[in-house]
Structures are given as C-alpha cells and as structure tokens.
T-cell receptor, first 107, second 116 residues
Framework: TQLLEQSPQFLSIQEGENLTVYCNSS?????LQWYRQEPGEGPVLLVTVVTGGEVKKLKRLTFQFGDARKDSSLHITAAQPGDTGLYLCAGQGKVIFGPGTSLSVIP | NAGVTQTPKFQVLKTGQSMTLQCAQDMNHEYMSWYRQDPGMGLRLIHY???????DQGEVPNGYNVSRSTTEDFPLRLLSAAPSQTSVYFC???????????????FGPGTRLTVL
C-alpha cells in the first residue's frame, strides 16, 4: 500500500517569514500534486510535478520533486495571511492523499 | 460553468437512515470520484468512475454505493448510516489521464454529514 506522509502537521508563522513543508513516501510515484484547501471549501490544485528533480515556481511558492520521485517539498517565501490553509500532497493524482499540513500565517 | 456542485451542504442523520449525496459536473469530465475527509487523515477515496456505466471501489467503499448513469452525475448513497460515517464528503471530477502526470481534479464544496 502506498502511503504519503506530510510534515509538519501544523505550522503557525508570522507574516513575512519563510517556510517549507514536506511530503514523503517509501514508494515511487509517477507524479505528485499539491493542493491548497481553505476552510469550508474543496481542495484546489496548485501544481503537478512529474520529473525527478523538477522544480516549479508559482509566484512565492517553490515546489520540488525529489530525484527518486519519492518525496516533494513546498517552500513559501515571505508568507502572507492569504497563504493560510491546508496543504495536501497527492500521489498518482486521484487516489492517494497525504494528511496535510495546516498553515496559519499571522498578520 | 458551475464546475462541480454538491448537495446538500449540511446533513444530520440518525443511525440506520439512508440518504443520497448528489454530485454534478458540467465540464464533460470522464472521471468522477468521491472522497471522505476526516481530521488528520487527509482525503480517502470511496468510489470512482471512469465513465458512464463504469464504477469501481476505492480505499474505503464499505457502507456506500454509487452509480453513473450519465457523464454529469455521480450520486453517493449511504445505505444505513453509522456514526463512523460522520465526515466531510467531497466529489471531484477530471479528464482521464492520457500521458505523463495526472490531470487536475476539480473538487466540489463538500457535504458535511453528521450521523447521530
């Protein structure tokens, strides 16, 4: 059974700080996706990474897929209150989700 | 486009009652799925469908039935509700993957279900 772990589970930071959250597995995935979910809403796709070692940037968010395609990280530069939410990674896109990292950015 | 719509938004049931959670999408997506989200456990796949007339089980299918008579609709039926089914339920849809990577899943706003 493929499993995805995410760390940290909770993160509370001040506006302007940088942070990194992680998504790890013992299994190899053909792709990983990152979603952000705001309270009371469904998840929304941020990015899909496909190639080992791939780095994608989305404004202040930087996503990296590990060389072995078993892990991924999300780095946020100069966090803003609008970044608050639950960040979920998903392997294979449709079937396996990690438990999420709940991020709170305090103004 | 309305995207993915779900009804109802909130529901309270008594143990043993049955109900149907509705899901519809207007994007002509082949793939539709149902997830449940519980604290600390992420989203777990209940059932999915790759097209009208085709459904299959996900990770946690027990106690739930689905059908896919049209491309647009994918209802989830709880046969005899149990307190363990208290959760937030999300429906999602996407195009089927063709090559390298997975297509974006579009999620509905969720149904918050409480079983007493």
């Amino acid at each position: 059974t493929q499993l995805l772990e995410q760390s940290p589970q909770f993160l509370s930071i001040q506006e302007g700080e940088n942070l990194t959250v992680y998504c790890n597995s013992s299994s190899v995935f053909s792709s990983l996706q990152w979603y952000r979910q705001e309270p009371g809403e469904g998840p929304v796709l941020l990015v899909t990474v496909v190639t080992g070692g791939e780095v994608k940037k989305l404004k202040r968010l930087t996503f990296q897929f590990g060389d072995a395609r078993k892990d991924s990280s999300l780095h946020i530069t100069a966090a803003q209150p609008g970044d608050t939410g639950l960040y979920l990674c998903a392997g294979q896109g449709k079937v396996i989700f990690g438990p999420g990292t709940s991020l709170s950015v305090i103004p | 486009n309305a995207g993915v719509t779900q009804t109802p938004k909130f529901q309270v049931l008594k143990t043993g009652q049955s109900m149907t959670l509705q899901c519809a999408q207007d994007m002509n997506h082949e793939y539709m799925s149902w997830y449940r989200q519980d604290p600390g456990m992420g989203l777990r796949l209940i059932h999915y469908s790759v097209g009208a007339g085709i459904t299959d089980q996900g990770e946690v299918p027990n106690g739930y039935n689905v059908s896919r008579s049209t491309t647009e609709d994918f209802p989830l039926r709880l046969l005899s509700a149990a307190p363990s089914q208290t959760s937030v339920y999300f429906c999602a849809s996407s195009y089927l993957s063709t090559s390298g990577g997975d297509n974006e899943q579009f999620f509905g706003p969720g149904t918050r279900l409480t079983v007493l």
